[in-house]
């Protein structure tokens, strides 16, 4: 048979009543965890592995994809919601939807989260489908100096996309650079800046710092402004829907934003939240409303939201294809696979034909079954900013500490938890930008590691960095993108450029 | 009967309770006509979940549950530094209760060396040695490197130009490129190991031809080995494994052998009948079919050891570790 009939027969599996009947609980459940910060996909599908043991092969696959999509839709709600990030994908969804959100746009946002990451999901399941062995190859071409070099292209398009004050965006990036320091060095097995706490060795939880942050800092921001505007921010005002602007700025977003993070969500290295950062300096650069960024500018919920799905169906490239997880839930789904006798491997395209198509199809509907959840529930959601303001944030707080403590009950990190709440506190009432700290945590020890492993493998010679093609157009992508803005700033474009900076919070 | 799975009841995890394994363990208890010693266990996995020992914790909890060892099992997840923060938790809070067990493993005595962990091994009660895998060494199949005695013969002649990929610093497979490296006459502190952290990153880099070598468990490379992207030259154990096409690295002349197992300890402080009592159990589940079905379907050995000699095991184990970690220059 070939792929198209493989397909077909997966999805007349997939659309039998009592799988819908699974999609939908997968669904349900992936996007309630994925709304809780802390309670990640991985751990979700590992407490039900031991439920899919009564149900057969396919039934406990599109559980598995539900929960899969839905743990990547579900953290936007409440990083737009609430500035509350559940998942490290979802952290710089909270930089513009959270903005859109105040500004009585909520509705809008939570859409265009929601069909992005319909759309992504969409393209990048049949991407996945149609394309998995070619995009695999292209992934191993990606080692160690290239991650790098993309870790650069990152770092810089992301700090760059902060606007004017480039002291103030660089000083939090190097606090999150430095934070990224704490714990067990992967490549010696030291330990560094842990002063003997156990808990640090494992380095910084990125979800309590973005947590932290952006939710705790924000509240104790508005608690600090002392009462007099209590609800007036928050009102809903104008559409639910998305206007036809909405939509003509979201399409092209959405589709970059799935360009971006399907091939990056392949690479065994990369990541959904790479993809996100990388997303949302794209929309920043070619967008045509700069103003608005910083503000709630739509593209920069959009892109980043489709980016992180897309990632999430490329993250299956891998393990469909030789067999390797590169995230902790891919690593449960192979438990999955191998309680049904398959040896997950480069040969299961081959071996097990109707299990690996079953999937994909299963992922088709598991997606399809979001959206017919989500874009109602969006009425509902937006109701949530009606909330008077201290009630609101007062949940917040306790919504962010229950949810923090939930994965990790102890002392340290209620501590952790505070401390960056108030260094977010402080940060905000300096006008220093919030978004690089996060940014920092997430990619610093990526980019160092990549970057030691590189000049082990070449025995200390740094020329090897740009000895290959993809590391060296990388490299130089990264140097047009520092580069660039100086240049429009010396032209006189630097006034909207400053304007943005001080809008970011 | 899945959609009992909301979310607080999933978070205390009451996992395999749903109705086919219940009866089922209802049914084994009555036909043993054996009193119910139903003791109740938590099992702490002190990594993620998805990895070797969170898959062990989880698998112990279904056998257990369904072959009526005990009525409820609950599995929690303290993950960090190769178990080590798990462990340290596990010490100071499950001291003399005999519900409460921890998984553990090889990666385990070096990570507690190697982060000068403040708890180790000695501060909670070995049960039994369950599981175990054999270290497996291969080169990307486009390497002109065609035997072990090839890739050891170019290590010694310059250290630093073979890179080797494989987990954690100061892993089991870092320890097996130190002591392959030592047995081939080469210094341990000049071989050029290069750390990925798990999920198939290690694997990514060899199949990409990133690295020279690669070192891994051997269930991690087989399928790739049987698809012909991977070259497999030796095995650490200590005899040819069945179905696998590779030297022993005794048999090719370099005198190493390593198992990475996996083992179950209770909490420290327990009184002898405690011990003796868990013991039991434990012993009950390593020999049920259940367990023996769940080894064949993961591929796991079983390496079942138990009592004095696992403790007499164990302690060797630790040693050689810690002069060899020492030889590295990992440990001080």
């Known amino acids: 048979m070939d792929t198209f009939s493989f397909l077909l027969q997966g999805l007349a599996t997939a659309f039998e009543p009592i799988m819908l009947l699974y999609a939908l609980i997968g669904v349900t459940l992936g996007t309630a965890v994925g709304v809780l910060p802390g309670i990640g996909p991985a751990l979700t599908v590992a407490l039900l592995l031991p439920v899919t043991y009564g149900l057969d092969a396919a039934g406990s696959l599109i559980m598995f994809a539900g929960i899969y999509y839905g743990g990547m839709y579900g953290g936007s709600t409440t990083s737009i919601l609430l500035n509350t990030p559940g998942e490290s994908a979802s952290v710089i969804t909270a930089l513009e939807g959270n903005k859109m959100a105040r500004a009585g746009r909520g509705g809008p946002a939570l859409a265009t989260a929601a069909i992005g990451s319909f759309v992504a999901g969409l393209i990048a399941t049949l991407l996945l489908a149609f394309l998995a062995p070619h995009v695999v190859k292209l992934a191993l071409v990606f080692g160690p100096r290239e991650y790098f070099a993309l870790m650069v292209l990152a770092f810089v398009t992301v700090s760059a996309a902060f606007g004017e004050s480039a002291i103030k965006g660089l000083v939090s990036l190097f606090i999150g650079l430095a934070l990224a320091m704490v714990g067990i060095d992967q490549l010696t097995g030291q330990t560094r800046l842990a002063f003997g706490v156990p808990q640090l060795l494992d380095g910084i939880e990125v979800t309590t710092l973005a947590v932290a942050m952006f939710a705790l800092g924000e509240a104790l921001f508005v608690a600090a402004q002392g009462p007099g505007n209590d609800g007036a921010v928050l009102a809903i005002k104008g559409r639910v829907k998305m206007t036809a602007q909405d939509w003509s700025r979201s399409w092209k977003a959405w589709l970059r934003g799935t360009g971006i993070g399907f091939p990056i969500g392949s690479m065994p290295a990369g990541g959904a939240d790479i993809a996100s950062f990388l997303s949302y300096a794209t929309e920043r650069n070619l967008t045509k409303h700069p103003e608005e960024f910083g503000k709630g500018a739509i593209e920069g919920v959009a892109g980043p939201e489709a980016a992180n799905n897309a990632a999430a169906a490329g993250t299956l490239v891998p393990l469909l294809t030789l067999g390797l997880p590169t995230t902790a839930t891919a690593a449960i789904m192979l438990a999955g696979f191998q309680q049904f006798g398959l040896q997950p491997g480069p040969l299961l395209f081959a071996t097990a034909p109707d299990l690996v198509w079953g999937l994909i199809a299963s992922l088709l509907v598991a997606n399809v079954m979001l959206l017919v959840l989500n874009l109602p529930l969006i009425r509902f959601w937006i109701l949530l900013l009606k909330i008077p303001q201290p009630w609101l944030y007062g949940g917040i707080l306790v919504f962010a500490t229950l949810g923090t403590l939930g994965v990790n009950p102890s002392p340290v990190e209620l501590t952790m938890l505070v401390l960056f709440g108030t260094l977010g506190y402080l940060m905000r009432l300096y006008g220093y930008p919030i978004a690089p700290v996060v940014v920092g945590l997430i990619l610093g020890p990526m980019a160092e590691q990549q970057l030691r492993r590189a000049l082990s493998i070449s025995q200390g010679d740094p020329m090897t960095l740009v000895q290959s093609p993809i590391a060296a157009v990388l490299l130089a992508l990264a140097a047009v993108a520092l580069i660039l803005p100086m240049i429009l700033r010396a032209r006189g474009r630097g006034d909207v450029l400053a304007q943005v900076g001080q809008a970011e919070d | ?332």
């Not at chain 2, 969170?54 to 369904?66: G, I, L, N, P």
């Not at chain 2, 178990?83 to 596990?90: E, I, M, N, P, Y």
């Not at chain 2, 060396?113 to 270290?135: C, Y």
């Not at chain 2, 991977?230 to 048999?251: C, F, N, Y």
């Open chain 2, 1 to 332: 009967m899945p959609t009992k799975g909301i979310i607080p009841d999933m978070i205390r995890d009451k996992g395999g309770k749903h109705m086919k394994h219940a009866l089922f363990g209802a049914m084994v208890a009555a036909a043993l006509a054996l009193p119910a010693f139903a003791n109740d266990y938590s099992i702490m996995a002190p990594a993620s979940p998805g990895g070797g020992w969170d898959s062990t914790a989880r698998t112990m909890q279904e056998v257990m549950q369904a072959e009526g060892i005990s009525s409820s099992v609950q599995v929690t997840n303290v993950p960090g530094a190769g178990g080590t923060v798990g462990l340290a938790q596990f010490v100071a809070s499950a001291s003399g209760d005999p519900s409460q067990l921890i998984v553990g493993g090889y990666v385990m005595v070096g990570a507690i060396l190697t982060n000068a962990s403040p708890v180790s091994l000695a501060d909670v009660t070995p049960i039994a040695r369950l599981t175990g895998e054999a270290v497996a060494i291969v080169v990307p199949a486009a390497s002109p490197i065609q035997d072990i005695k090839g890739l050891v013969d170019a290590m010694a002649a310059d250290p630093g130009a073979v890179s080797w990929a494989g987990g954690s610093a100061g892993g089991v497979d870092h320890i097996t490129v130190g002591l392959l490296a030592k047995a081939a006459g080469v210094d341990p502190t000049k071989i050029n190991y290069i750390a990925f952290s798990g999920g198939g990153e290690a694997t990514a880099a060899i199949l990409g031809n990133q690295v020279t070598a690669g070192i891994s468990g051997l269930g991690e490379f087989l399928p790739q080995v049987q698809a012909g992207t991977m070259r497999l030259l030796a095995v650490s154990s200590d005899a040819r494994i069945e179905g696998v096409d590779a030297p022993t690295l005794s048999e090719a002349g370099y005198d190493v052998v390593v198992q990475n197992w996996r083992m179950v300890a209770a909490a420290p402080g327990l009184s002898d009948e405690q011990k003796a009592q868990v013991s039991a159990d434990i012993e009950k589940l390593a020999k049920s079919a259940g367990w023996q079905k769940a080894l064949a379907d993961k591929g796991w050995a079983d390496t079942y050891l138990a009592g004095a000699d696992f403790e007499a095991q164990l302690a060797k184990e630790i040693e050689a570790t810690t002069a060899i970690l020492k030889d590295i220059g990992l440990v001080q």
